[in-house]
């Protein structure tokens, strides 16, 4: 990523061209650039996946080191920033389209 990028900012979104996913990631996984339980620098991740599912859903995160932004089909749904590898989840609206895309 290139210097300056912030993953935080309000224009940072799936359709940018630096939220490209070309490599496949196991589920869980960890993707610190440091251990958990070492202090050191954490790596920035982007993860893309389908799902289906039609009505409202909730999608639920085991962990977290400390910042995620998640969007379905392209609209933000939430963000997590407790830190400390805490659970969370988030609601995700009805839709008409049978195959979801998360982000």
């Not at 993860?47 to 998640?70: D, H, I, K």
């Not at 379905?72 to 609601?91: P, S, W």
Request: hydrophobic share 35%; glycine share 10%.
């Amino acid at each position: 990523l290139p210097d300056g990028f912030d993953s935080m900012s309000p224009g940072f979104g799936p359709s940018s061209p630096l939220a490209a996913t070309p490599n496949k990631t196991n589920v869980p996984s960890n993707m610190d650039v440091a251990n958990p339980g070492y202090l050191g620098t954490r790596g920035v991740a982007m993860y893309r996946s389908t799902f289906e599912q039609e009505g409202p859903a909730r999608l639920q995160f085991q962990a977290c080191s400390f910042y995620c932004r998640v969007w379905v089909d392209g609209r933000e749904i939430g963000e997590h920033r407790a830190g400390g590898y805490v659970a969370f989840t988030l609601d995700v609206p009805a839709s008409d389209k049978p195959k979801r895309e998360l982000f």
